[in-house]
């Protein structure tokens, strides 16, 4: 099945009261786990890159024609988004011309009224194509390619203007942030959450950036209340090298060509393909494709 834009399975999800999972990848292994736990879960998938993994894995040309192509080899039949997290304006272009079939343009850094009008152009310039947008207000506590936050609560009036650019999807802060929660985390603010659901309206789906982490219960119920994207990424890097250290450590590189990389990264693998397993069925999105 070829990529497909975020719009349609992001509001059907929003309608029927499940999520997606957006999960980023950041080599040929990450991509290849998040296909096949896709695929035996009978469920839609959102894979991301943000910009630095991107550029790591050789450009985002490189990174188009990876997923075309594992989707054709490994005979992918759910539905796939191809998306870029946390993407500054030019590289939101350039993933627009090189195959992207959604982009994030996160513009929560500038002036709110840059980051609207650069919205706009984007927007105008991606749905030309029948691509997918989201945007952010205010800013996701924690780090995102040097993109740091402290985990405020998005403005209700920005969000309503930011939504009325014709975005489809909004990223939001209800308290979540970017990479492992702190032990004093106070949790998401589920009130917030309702105020910005019933200003941009109960068809919107929201974002929730910095999933990974969150416990399972406060997920669900975010869900329930709008949430239609949450993003992982940094619970599957502790995965894969908890997974890896743990090879390393019971000798297993020494034994015969245990050090073949083939062997080396299959442990990690196979922890990210259990991880984006037990993700799906929290979101319940299988069998959703």
């Avoid at 509001?11 to 499940?18: F, P, V």
């Avoid at 910005?196 to 329930?224: C, F, M, N, R």
């Amino acid at each position: 099945m070829p990529l497909v834009s975020g719009s349609e399975i992001f509001k059907e999800a929003r309608k029927n009261g499940y999520a997606i999972g957006a999960y980023n990848t950041n080599n040929l292994e990450w991509t290849q786990a998040i296909l096949q736990s896709a695929q035996e879960k009978n469920a839609p998938v959102l894979i991301q890159t943000s910009m630095g993994a991107a550029k790591y894995m050789g450009g985002y040309k490189l990174v188009v024609d990876m997923v075309n192509n594992l989707i054709d080899s490994m005979n992918i039949t759910v539905p796939v988004v191809l998306h870029l997290d946390h993407g500054e304006y030019e590289h939101a272009l350039e993933c627009i011309e090189a195959g992207y079939t959604s982009v994030m343009f996160d513009g929560s850094s500038l002036p709110f009224e840059e980051n609207l009008a650069k919205t706009k152009d984007v927007v105008k310039k991606a749905h030309a194509k029948g691509m997918s947008v989201e945007c952010e207000v205010g800013t996701i506590g924690g780090e995102e390619d040097g993109i740091v936050g402290t985990g405020e609560l998005a403005d209700i009036d920005e969000c309503i203007q930011m939504v009325n650019t014709g975005i489809d999807f909004l990223a939001c802060g209800i308290g979540n942030i970017h990479g492992v929660y702190p032990e004093n985390w106070k949790g998401l603010d589920f009130d917030h959450l309702q105020a910005i659901t019933e200003a941009v309206g109960k068809d919107v789906p929201l974002v929730l950036h910095g999933g990974s982490g969150i416990p399972q219960d406060q997920i669900e119920k975010a869900i329930t209340m709008g949430i239609s994207k949450v993003n992982v990424n940094t619970e599957f890097q502790i995965a894969f090298a908890k997974a890896t250290r743990q090879y390393i450590e019971d000798g297993k590189d020494q034994e015969g060509k245990g050090f073949d990389p083939r062997k080396l990264l299959a442990p990690g693998k196979e922890a990210i393909i259990k991880e984006a397993k037990n993700h799906i069925d929290w979101f319940g999105s299988a069998d959703k494709a």
